[in-house]
């Protein structure tokens, strides 16, 4: 790597002696427009400034918050890839469709390699001490650690996709001798890498300052990426062991030993307990009713003390177009608006009932001989886990103060068949001939684009403000990194995996407390219960695909088979039934559980998918980068 400078020093060697001392003079002024790196790393304004850059830099986990891969007309694109491989699918335009038709995910998914901000964060680093002699002793030990922290996060995205990376602390500043080989930094062991964000985090924990902020680093932004990356590392050396032939390399670039998942357990719960101790952060229960307090836990900037980290987008040209994107259809503000990403039935029936009972909602009598009649919408969604509401816009709810229309037809009786016919609109808001709603305004609908083709429409993440969802005025609602409710349930995956099940109980109850479960509603624990209570918790907020590969079940859940329920994407369509002279049915509401009509291929994740290819190019140019298995 060649370092760049800031200052740019231009020398005259030849006809200066032709100058007079006037013209000397002049040509030893120092320029209006360069800034030189005295002043930059002198200047706290100016570090900033450049901390903001990095910051905005950071890889994300694909999501609201990707910035980065916003296209020209200022969307953020990354988003659109939680059809591809969250709890749900593309219901947007026809022209991404192919995200409903993945015959396989490429080797190249995921794939990180972004070391010009590890080359950026270390130049700075080293500036920093090597000029900023106007800097106080704090300042600098704080601009340092908020660097290293940033380095550290980024390592972490890079080591859950590719396994061991580079280990690169320094500028690697080339001498132009014709031998490269000191550029060439082989690949650490995956568990070093773990180590060393471990290691980062301890030291500069209690340099960075920022108290209270949420949107630059401090002690316990840092104490999250340790809970989190430590419970990463734990589960790797646990589970990719259990495998019947584990993913590894000969050199440990990729793979970590059985018997470090407990050490890396230890640290992920300490982490942990520290956050939740400290009392600077509370789970959000500002709002009596849990289904709209828990949407408001993650959209809510005033007084919300869950957030410990997060992506913010306040000016205007930091907003961005997720709410324009993915609005419900029926109430969508601008006439271009959209309704792209939409949950799954898959999803929906994750969340368990009050009383405990597996979240299956029940659409047909036990023995299977007729439907279940609901007098409302809403009411096969009754005593659900209010997650749910706060998360999935679904049949029978309101969104921005408005009702969701959600009807994708009729059941007609055919006394002569002594059967239903189903009557479907061929478009939205249509009348049937009894003079009543046919298809509502929000769907479904089995074919038209920007309609939900599950039945269900985002609410987590949408913005419920005024004309939020307009070109005009766009939203700002932040993207969280960490909160408090992922520490929770970070805390009992660990505690559990070291046998502290009443701790682990502990933890995972308040946060089923929070979303209206009794206290203490679970009193035995298996990671299978865990697995589904972060499923609910942290729906589209960039954790499921992550989760399955570290427990690495990712290739046994989507297994390419569509005789796989877990591989596909299932949607349900709520019908109004017209049975006139049976008041026991008529006018109720029935549900059909289906494929969803536009997903069109099972989710295959194969082996090779459990860490990224790494690009040819990469090894071109450095020979003693060891590839991935499989690839």
């Known amino acids: 790597m060649i370092m760049q400078k800031i200052a740019i020093n231009i020398l005259f060697a030849a006809g200066l002696l032709a100058f007079t001392a006037c013209e000397k003079d002049w040509l030893e002024r120092q320029p209006r427009t360069i800034l030189l790196e005295e002043q930059v790393w002198n200047d706290p304004k100016q570090?900033?400034?450049?901390?903001?850059?990095?910051?905005?830099?950071?890889?994300?986990?694909?999501?609201?918050?990707?910035?980065d891969n916003a296209g020209a007309d200022g969307r953020i694109a990354q988003w659109r890839d939680m059809a591809?491989?969250?709890?749900?699918?593309?219901?947007?335009?026809?022209?991404?469709?192919?995200?409903?038709?993945?015959?396989?995910?490429?080797?190249?998914?995921?794939?990180?390699?972004?070391?010009?901000?590890?080359?950026?964060?270390?130049?700075?680093?080293?500036?920093?001490?090597?000029?900023?002699?106007?800097?106080?002793?704090?300042?600098?030990?704080?601009?340092?650690?908020?660097?290293?922290?940033?380095?550290?996060y980024n390592y972490f995205e890079l080591v859950k996709r590719m396994g061991g990376v580079p280990l690169v602390t320094r500028q690697l500043i080339y001498d132009y001798s014709g031998d490269a080989s000191s550029l060439q930094v082989p690949r650490a062991k995956?568990?070093?890498?773990?180590?060393?964000?471990?290691?980062?985090?301890?030291?500069?924990?209690?340099?960075?300052?920022?108290?209270?902020s949420v949107s630059r680093a401090n002690k316990y932004t840092a104490l999250a990426l340790k809970s989190r990356a430590m419970l990463y590392a734990g589960s790797i050396a646990r589970y990719n062991n259990q495998m019947p032939a584990p993913i590894r390399t000969p050199g440990g670039e990729v793979g970590i030993p059985a018997d470090r998942a407990n050490e890396y357990y230890e640290k992920s719960l300490a982490a942990s307990k520290e956050i939740i101790n400290s009392g600077v952060y509370t789970l959000y229960r500002t709002n009596p009713d849990p289904g709209e307090n828990f949407y408001e836990a993650i959209t809510k900037k005033s007084g919300n003390r869950e957030a410990i980290f997060v992506k913010d987008f306040l000016s205007p040209q930091k907003r961005h177009w997720f709410a324009y994107d993915n609005i419900v259809r029926g109430i969508r503000e601008d006439n271009l608006g959209s309704s792209s990403i939409t949950p799954s039935l898959n999803l929906v029936e994750s969340y368990e009932y009050l009383d405990g009972t597996p979240g299956t909602l029940r659409t047909r009598t036990e023995d299977n001989s007729d439907f279940i009649y609901y007098d409302h919408p809403q009411d096969i969604f009754a005593n659900k886990d209010a997650r749910l509401y706060g998360t999935v816009i679904y049949p029978g709810t309101t969104f921005k103060g408005l009702p969701v229309g959600i009807q994708a037809g009729v059941m007609a009786w055919n006394a002569s068949r002594n059967a239903y016919d189903v009557v479907e609109g061929s478009d939205l808001n249509t009348t049937y001939t009894d003079g009543r709603l046919l298809t509502g305004s929000s769907g479904p609908h089995r074919s038209i684009q920007e309609v939900s083709n599950t039945g269900f429409y985002l609410r987590k993440y949408i913005d419920a403000g005024a004309r939020t969802s307009t070109r005009g005025i766009q939203s700002d609602i932040w993207w969280i990194w960490f909160r408090l409710g992922e520490v929770y349930l970070n805390a009992a995956e660990a505690a559990f995996e070291l046998g502290q099940t009443g701790e682990a109980l502990t933890y995972i109850n308040a946060v089923r407390e929070r979303a209206g479960f009794g206290p203490n509603s679970l009193s035995t624990l298996t990671i299978a219960r865990i697995q589904n209570e972060r499923r609910a918790e942290l729906a589209f907020e960039s954790h499921r695909l992550w989760d399955l590969k570290r427990w690495r079940i990712a290739d046994k859940l989507w297994n390419g088979s569509v005789g796989n329920p877990n591989a596909m994407v299932y949607a349900l369509y709520p019908y109004r039934v017209v049975r006139p002279g049976d008041a026991a049915r008529d006018g109720k509401y029935v549900f059909v559980k289906m494929v969803a009509p536009r997903?069109?291929?099972?989710?295959?994740?194969?082996?090779?998918?459990?860490?990224?290819?790494?690009?040819?190019?990469?090894?071109?140019?450095?020979?003693?980068?060891?590839?991935?298995?499989?690839h």
Request: charged residues 20%; hydrophobic residues 40%; without cysteine.
């Open 190 to 212: 995956e568990a070093e890498v773990y180590d060393f964000i471990a290691s980062e985090v301890d030291a500069i924990r209690d340099d960075l300052g920022n108290d209270g």
């Open 84 to 152: 591809n491989f969250d709890d749900a699918m593309w219901s947007g335009q026809s022209n991404n469709d192919g995200r409903n038709n993945i015959p396989a995910y490429g080797f190249d998914s995921w794939r990180l390699w972004n070391y010009t901000l590890v080359r950026d964060i270390n130049l700075a680093l080293e500036n920093i001490a090597q000029y900023g002699v106007s800097l106080s002793e704090g300042q600098k030990r704080q601009f340092s650690a908020e660097l290293r922290f940033l380095r550290a």
């Open 599 to 630: 997903f069109r291929a099972p989710r295959f994740f194969q082996l090779g998918n459990y860490y990224s290819s790494i690009d040819q190019g990469v090894i071109n140019n450095n020979p003693k980068i060891v590839k991935n298995p499989f």
């Open 47 to 67: 570090i900033v400034a450049l901390l903001a850059n990095f910051y905005d830099r950071l890889p994300t986990q694909t999501g609201l918050q990707d910035i």
